[in-house]
């Protein structure tokens, strides 16, 4: 009973602590302010527990991006499994998908980015976007190097580089959105007609 008990009460720490941490980098003007000492305090914790639990700030940003990151994955799961598109539409709705979301968590990211998580591409989360993305633009058409290109199209949306368009900027996440889909325009071409389809003169 005991040992049960420390295991509610340390799930619910848990849950505490990544919480609080969503909330103060959600509402900081600067990620890079958000401190273990102010996560601690707002979760009604020890300092010591964050560092024993997540192992420093690094992964207690990583901690709370596991547990935010579900409704991205199931929206490449849904446009993954989505029929009738094409290749190239593909990769823009998986390049959407991850715009809204580093639009929505834009400062928890950027601290990700900032803390570094031993570097921000060997994040877990960094290398399930490369190889789905990768993945897909190996299908489209005129892409030579389908490696390079997944990591050359997801440093369009680096967190750093979204905050600082629309906090900085003052660009809406509409035109943000339409940008990206610009510049896939321009990277990827036109997409292609149907197979046995023709242009007129």
Do not use: C
């Amino acid at each position: 009973m005991t040992q049960r008990t420390e295991r509610a009460d340390a799930l619910r720490n848990r849950e505490a602590v990544l919480a609080a941490a969503d909330a103060l980098f959600a509402s900081s003007s600067s990620p890079h302010s958000v401190s273990m000492d102010d996560i601690a305090a707002a979760a009604g914790v020890g300092k010591g527990t964050l560092f024993r639990r997540f192992g420093g700030r690094a992964g207690l940003i990583a901690a709370v991006i596991a547990s935010r990151i579900e409704p991205l994955q199931q929206a490449v799961r849904n446009a993954q499994d989505a029929t009738g598109s094409s290749p190239r539409q593909l990769v823009l709705d998986l390049l959407d998908a991850a715009l809204l979301f580093k639009i929505e968590n834009r400062n928890l990211m950027a601290a990700a980015e900032d803390a570094g998580l031993s570097s921000p591409y060997q994040a877990e989360h960094y290398s399930q976007w490369h190889n789905t993305l990768r993945t897909a633009l190996d299908h489209v058409p005129g892409v030579h190097d389908a490696d390079f290109t997944a990591h050359a199209l997801l440093a369009t949306i680096r967190a750093d580089l979204v905050a600082h368009l629309i906090d900085d900027q003052k660009v809406t996440p509409e035109q943000l959105r339409s940008s990206l889909a610009a510049h896939i325009d321009n990277v990827l071409g036109p997409d292609s007609p149907p197979r046995g389809g023709h242009t007129s003169a």
